[in-house]
Each structure stands twice: as C-alpha cells, then as structure tokens.
C-alpha cells in the first residue's frame, strides 16, 4: 500500500514533536493527507490523495510526507527518521515505504527510505529530486509546486523503476548550472549588448562634439568614465558585506542571479551618465555664442536620445540641459524694431568696437554677459546684458555704474602667527574703476600651534553556542508496519 501524509502546522509556528504530529490514518484508510493548517491548498491536498492511492493499489508502496511549521530539535534527519518508525509505513517483511519531511520554519526537508525502497530510490536521486524540484519552489513559497512536482517524480519511479535513468539523466540536465540560471544569464547577455551598444553610441556622439571652429576634434578614449560603474558596484560589494554581516540582513536580498541585467545597467549606465555630463560640459565651455551653443546641445541630445532614455540617471541632466536652453534661446530674441542682426560670439572674438571697457570688463569677470545687435544707421549698434555665471557675487559700482562691484570680502593686513594677532580689513572693490569701500578692520585671531596626536583601537569578539533539543516517537495509525535504517537525502532551502 503506498500512503501520502501531508501535515501543516497551526499558526504561531508551534513546535511538533514526534508524538503530536496526527496521523491521517486515523480519519480512514484512504486518507493520506492531513492538512488543518491550510498551508497547502484543497487542490493540492486532492491531488496528493489521488496520486498516494493510485500507487498504494498498485505497487502496495507507503509514502509519507510531514510539512510541519515548525519540529522540535535542530536534526531533521533524525527527527524524519524517529517519525518513519513511530508509524511504520511501509509493508511489513517489504519495508517499501518513503516518508518526505518539511519543516518550513527551518527551511528542512529529508527524504527517508525504507529497506526496500533504497534500491528503487536511490540517495542520490533522492537528493536530485529535492534539489532540482523542491527547493526552486520552495524558495519561492510554493509549497503546493514543490510538493506536488517531487511526488509526481517519486510516483513515476515507483510505478516503473526502468524510468529511474531517464528521470535522473533529465533532472541532471534541470540540475546543471547553465539550465538552472538560463533566464538571468541570458538577460545578462543581452542586457550587456544592449548597453554596450548604448555606450558605444555615446562615445560616438561624444567624439562627434565639434571644436568652436566647427573642425571635430581629436578623438578621445572614453573608457576611463566606466570607471564610475565599476566603482559604484565596488562600493555597493563593500557595502553589502556589512550589512549582511553587521545587520543580518540575508545576502539573497542582495544577490540574485535575477539581478545580472541590473548590474549591467548600473555599470554602463553610470559610465553613460558621467560622460553624458562630460559632453554637456564641454558645449558649455567650447561655445560662448548662444545660438552655436543650442545647436550643438541639439545634436548632440539627437545623437544621444536612445542612451538617454535607457538611463534614468541622464533624465536629470536633459532637464537642466533644457533648463539652459530656454535661457540661451532668451538671448536670441532681437531689441525692438526691424534690421537687427545678432554677432556671432565665436567668430567675432574682438568685440572692443562694440562693447566698451566697463562692458567689457563685466563679462571677464562673469557678471554679465553681451549680446551684440547691430543695424544700419545711427545707433546701430544695441549690447543687451544677461547675467553671467558669477551674476551673483557683483553688484553695481557706485562710482562707475558698472556691475563690477565685488561683494565684501576680507583683505588681510597684518598676518596672525602664534604668538600675536593679525589684522584685516572688509572690503567692497570694483574691478572696472578700482573704487573701494571699507567696512572696518576686524582682528585675526592667533593661529593654534600643530600638535600631535595619537589614538588607540579596541577590539571586542563576541561567540555563541547552539542549543539543542530532543524528540520523541509514537506508534499510531494503520501503516503497513515497514522500517528504515535512515536511507534517503535532505537539504534546507
């Protein structure tokens, strides 16, 4: 007779013992699953109920399986082994019986084999069976999958042992490393053409950023900015060991095969990000004319569009980009009236017949910025001001009435040293006119003599001892009256 028990137990995660766990024997003879806790479904319990009698009338082989929350002990081997005998499942004088225990709490599982069924289910498929069809399952929390895949195994090699190689041959296949993580190695191949691909086509659009003289530039090796990927993923790796060691928090929340193509992401995407910005850069720099600068930012975002939407890092530099555009293309619209025509800043690099010396000296220091418009007849000739990068360290010169006036800042006169204290000045300076304005002398405080120092480290170890517990065993039900000398496999998931 081959019988199926399947036991859940109770919320709370309540630890069973040998001599608590029921025995579905005692609802009927054709009952071999109990289930009161509902970890399994009724569809599956059915199921389960189906297959055990289908084989019982066939083959008079009794099988078990115990899925409890939580079992007394840390041995699930030992404690499989005490619940095989304490109901005897198997046929008396065959000993045909294999019993599957789980406990999902310890994420254990153990196969026990009686004498007779060692032959026809070996350790070793045993052990492929649990690892190749259990545990992916089980990993995943589907009990109901697990179970159900690993008795239909068991099933079809009881029913015809000839099937043993060929089960085994195809559970090796499912077994191997390639088959097992096929998904994510082949996402991570694709993933990293892909993005190789993206990275290539960024470098491109980078080499392709054309001189202020429209000739292209030299070509520039771009691998060095990958470097930002391998160290983001460097520091993650470091990051992670401390948190798995310092704060428990369990490594496969961190590594997964699953997450290759993320990795590949990061890395490329890092690398296209930093050189994304590099690109941005050199525009900003290469071109002061503003009309030069929005096309070349145009193209340059054309060429980059398919890296830019696979990265969300780059989002973030298009809108400031976009930011930039809108007041570049402020710059392009004319002064009232007909016939303007704006000077090409890049091409026209002496600009001393149109600004004059304050202007002049107001955009070498950032403050302000010119756009040239020029027409024919009597003043031709209309700069408009824009503010400059350093707009906001410069006010108006009341002497000169440029925006040339620096904001205050210390002027040191004397020198502090240790022993005496120095002596400074607040200042207001304009850098057209050299008008100034002070705000009072202010002391400096004497300088701190350098003094060494030293430090110590302390180390502290701390260690811990596993606590154990016993089980006990029981003689219920109507199983066959089988034994088992401990045959069979386990694993934890």
Avoid at 92 to 118: C, H, P, Q, W
Avoid at 163 to 169: C, I, P, W
Avoid at 269 to 295: H, P, W
Wanted: positive net charge.
């Amino acid at each position: 007779m081959f019988g199926l028990v399947l036991w859940a137990a109770q919320d709370g995660y309540a630890q069973f013992d040998v001599n608590t766990i029921p025995s579905p024997k005692d609802t009927g003879q054709e009952y071999y699953v109990s289930n009161p806790s509902g970890i399994l479904s009724q569809t599956t319990v059915d199921s389960l109920n189906r297959l055990a009698h289908i084989v019982d009338s066939l083959t008079s082989s009794e099988l078990a399986v115990v899925v409890v929350d939580d079992f007394a002990g840390d041995d699930d081997f030992q404690f499989a082994l005490d619940l095989f005998n304490a109901w005897r499942i198997g046929k008396a004088g065959s000993d045909n019986g294999l019993l599957l225990f789980v406990g999902t709490e310890k994420r254990a599982y153990r196969f026990i084999t009686g004498y007779g069924m060692e032959t026809v289910l070996p350790d070793a498929l045993l052990k492929r069976i649990g690892e190749t069809l259990l545990v992916p399952k089980f990993r995943a929390g589907d009990y109901d999958g697990g179970v159900l895949a690993a008795m239909d195994a068991v099933q079809t090699v009881v029913l015809n042992p000839s099937t043993a190689g060929d089960l085994r041959r195809n559970l090796a296949r499912k077994n191997s490393f390639f088959y097992r993580h096929q998904i994510p190695l082949l996402s991570f191949a694709l993933a990293f053409m892909l993005y190789g691909l993206l990275w290539r086509i960024t470098s491109r659009a980078f080499n392709r950023i054309p001189t202020r003289s429209g000739r292209k530039p030299a070509r520039t090796p771009t691998g060095l900015y990958l470097v930002f990927g391998g160290v983001a993923l460097f520091l993650f790796g470091f990051f992670s060991i401390f948190l798995i060691v310092f704060v428990g928090m369990p490594p496969w929340w961190l590594y997964r095969w699953s997450y290759l193509p993320l990795y590949v992401a990061v890395f490329f995407g890092l690398g296209i990000t930093a050189l994304y910005f590099k690109g941005l850069s050199l525009i900003q720099k290469t071109y002061v004319d503003a009309a030069n600068r929005l096309e070349a930012m145009a193209n340059f975002n054309k060429r980059m569009l398919l890296p830019i939407l696979a990265t969300p890092l780059c989002w973030l530099l298009l809108y400031l980009a976009t930011r930039w555009g809108k007041g570049d293309q402020l710059r392009l619209v004319p002064p009232q009236g007909g016939g303007w025509q704006r000077i090409d800043r890049d091409k026209q690099k002496d600009v001393s017949r149109y600004l004059d010396r304050g202007q002049r000296k107001e955009e070498s220091v950032g403050a302000l910025v010119y756009e040239i418009w020029t027409r024919e007849g009597p003043g031709g000739i209309h700069p408009v001001a824009f503010p400059g990068k350093n707009f906001s360290k410069y006010g108006l010169c009341p002497s000169c009435g440029y925006h040339t006036f620096s904001n205050t800042f210390l002027k040191v006169v004397k020198r502090p040293t240790v022993i005496d204290e120095g002596e400074g000045e607040r200042l207001q300076e304009c850098s057209n006119c050299k008008h100034s304005v002070s705000h009072g002398r202010v002391v400096l405080s004497r300088t701190k003599p350098i003094r060494s120092s030293s430090g110590g480290s302390r180390s502290s170890s701390s260690s811990s001892s596993p606590g154990s517990s016993g089980s006990g065993s029981s003689n219920s039900g109507s199983w066959g009256g089988g034994r088992s000398g401990g045959g069979g496999a386990g694993g934890r998931w």
